[in-house]
Every structure is written in C-alpha cells, then in structure tokens.
C-alpha cells in the first residue's frame, strides 16, 4: 500500500479491506483496490504485492472467506466477503483507529 511514505500508516490495510468489504459486500482483489483508491481520492494505492498477502492473512485469521466466481468482465476471480469474526474485527480496529487519531490530533494542537 502507498501512502504519502511508504511507512506512514503502516499496519492499516486490514482495517481498509475490512471496511471495503463490510460497505459492498462480496468483491474480489482488484475491485478491493479500486475502490480504497477511489474513496480516498487516489491518495492511498493498494499495491499487488502488498494487497493478496493481506487478503492471505486475513482469511488464514477466520476474518474472511473466499470463493470463485466470474467477475464482471466475464473471468473467473476469487471474491473475498467478510466473516462473523471480520466484523467483531474491524469494530475493534475502527475504535482504536479513532483513538489514535484523537491522540495524534492532541499532540498536533499542542502549543
């Protein structure tokens, strides 16, 4: 994943693809991709090498399950959907997201 620095924001893309698969449902790689890129306005960019071992991960973890299907450009593609245990995940994920936004914000403002 690129973000301003190739370390900024490290550790973020489960939390990214959680979300974009609890907000339109099933949807495989590319899609995923697509649509973190387009939300934030092109300024976050899934890389393959970084996006597939994710999605790897995240279902070795029971958060996601996959299946084959034909995409809709008519190919066959692994479609990724979140699981129970994906969702009880990412409300954990977005709480502590929202701390530590709240916690950087308060450094930020200091005086």
């Known amino acids: 994943m690129r973000l301003f620095k190739k370390d900024r924001l490290q550790g973020t893309l489960d939390l990214l693809i959680l979300k974009t698969l609890a907000r339109r449902g099933a949807a495989h790689g590319y899609a995923i991709a697509s649509h973190i890129g387009r939300v934030s ?38 479609f990724y959907q979140l699981r129970p245990a994906g969702r009880r995940r990412l409300a954990e994920e977005e709480q502590q997201w929202v701390r530590l936004v709240a916690g950087v914000e308060s450094v930020l403002k200091m005086v």
């Open 41 to 78: 306005e092109a300024l976050l960019t899934v890389e393959e090498g970084s996006l597939y071992p994710a999605l790897h991960r995240l279902e070795q973890a029971g958060l996601i399950a996959s299946e084959w299907r034909i995409s809709e450009t008519n190919r066959r593609a692994r």
